[in-house]
């Protein structure tokens, strides 16, 4: 296996990008997020050399802890969660500098604390420094936040210099077009729309970034990226876990909100939107928007272009898993979707009479995520199916985890006498071409934040175009109750129903 941090391919890569001395304090730092994921990616930044010369972390939570505490907390979550061991030398720059301040999310007194802390921050530091806010809580408390960022001033830091302050929004961005449209009005009040970065962390992933590499650094693609040679695309985000401890929150977000309407939505936006004039953040968000913006109402009702399910018992992993309504916390009534399949039309040139099928859901029969583009099948005039040729459609899938790859299907010969054609897979993987120990999606994100660069964040107007589309799905399923719900397996690959909404167009689901 490649040695990473030696590979040749990644020698020689800049390490520095001018990040202003930054203070990240972090909302919500005594939850989930920030241990898995937040402090990991901080230490990996550090570790890394990315981070800038004068870094200071610090936390903010309601129950009081003291700075020796938290810096300890933080140490542990690297030893549990980072992806490289903890280096005593990489910790200390970066432990040295973590510091702890308590405070309830809505009331300003807390906020004037901190504004106070920065302050001494800075004058320590000897200038000014750019503050990034990482609101990490659950969303009940995102408004009070942003609230008493405005009201304390520390949401106007430097405004008008490129180290102004910034806020990272976790998801759920909304659960609705309207709460995702009160939200945007409750950050405009206070901030700018460049000082906000909402997250979605898949567009930190490396495959989703090789996305837009192989679609517009290779000029193979392009030409045949349309109509005319695409015959469907197939997106798939699967888990094989269950609802596991996160009922409570489950039960009240379902699979639409949780992974369809975010995650799954902006693979679709990638692989389907225009060549941006460049790569900048506005340009390639333009294009999102312009795709979300194309995507034809979902159709409710009996020629349905939308299914939803929940697991019943089954099989994962050779063990035997209970059925949604019988895990702990879940209402024996619930009619909360653990499983939701769309079929996707986009009215433009480009993409006209293409169906884009989509897809998610707990308990399916692996974890995987991918896009799958199907391409048209050859005319078979040569090489017909009836003769006994086993031609395959060709399809280029990009795999987004695990086992991050590439891979296309093409039709061979079977090496022989006669001649007879089999499908083979020609594969990349980056973990054989670059070594496994790519960066975590919020190492990117948090650095990028850092050094303004929004161009893998979600815009406000994209958030509520992507709610647009799916609330009046939201709406119809609500007032049904359970009445459509289907069942499936757990174990299996979800119900019959995402199934007919390919059979219609006489497709089937790709067995990623
Ligand atoms: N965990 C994940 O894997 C994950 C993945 C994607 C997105 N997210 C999003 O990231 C955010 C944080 O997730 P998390 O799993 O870290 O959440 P969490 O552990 O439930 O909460 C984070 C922190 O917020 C504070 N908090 C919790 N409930 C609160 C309440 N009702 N009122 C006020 N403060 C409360 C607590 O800090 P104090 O008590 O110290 O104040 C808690 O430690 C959420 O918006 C979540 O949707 C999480």
Redesign the pocket.
Known sequence: MADPERHPFLQGLSKHRGTPPTVVVI???????????LIPAIYNLGFDNLLPADFHLV?????P?PDEEFRSIASNAIKEYSRRELDAEAWNRVGANTTYV?G???EKAGFDRLAAHIGEIERRVGGEVQTLFY????????NPIIQNLGASGLGSRHLGKPHHSKVI????FGRDLESARALNAELRSVFDESQVYR?D?YLGKETVQDLLVQRFANSIFEPIWNRNYIDNVQITVAEDQGVGT?AG?YEQSGCLRDMIQNHTTQLLALTAMEPPGSFDAEALRNEKVKVLKAIEPIALGPESDAARAQYVAGMTGGKGVPGYLQESGISPESSTETFAAMRLSVNNWRWNGVPFYIRSGKRLARRVSEIAIQFKRPPGTIFAQKDGFNLAANTLSFQIQPDEGLSMILNAKIPGLDTRTQPVKMSFRYATTFGSNTPEAYERLVLDAMTGDGTLFIRGDEAETSWKLYTPVLEFWQSQGRGGMEAYQAGSWGPAGADRLLAARGHVWRKP
């Open positions: 909302f919500g730092a005594s939850g989930d997020l920030t241990a898995r994921k936390g903010y939570g309601r129950k802890i308590s309830a999310y809505d609101i990490s809580t659950p969303p009940s408390v995102f929004i976790e998801k759920p997250i962390h996160r929150y």
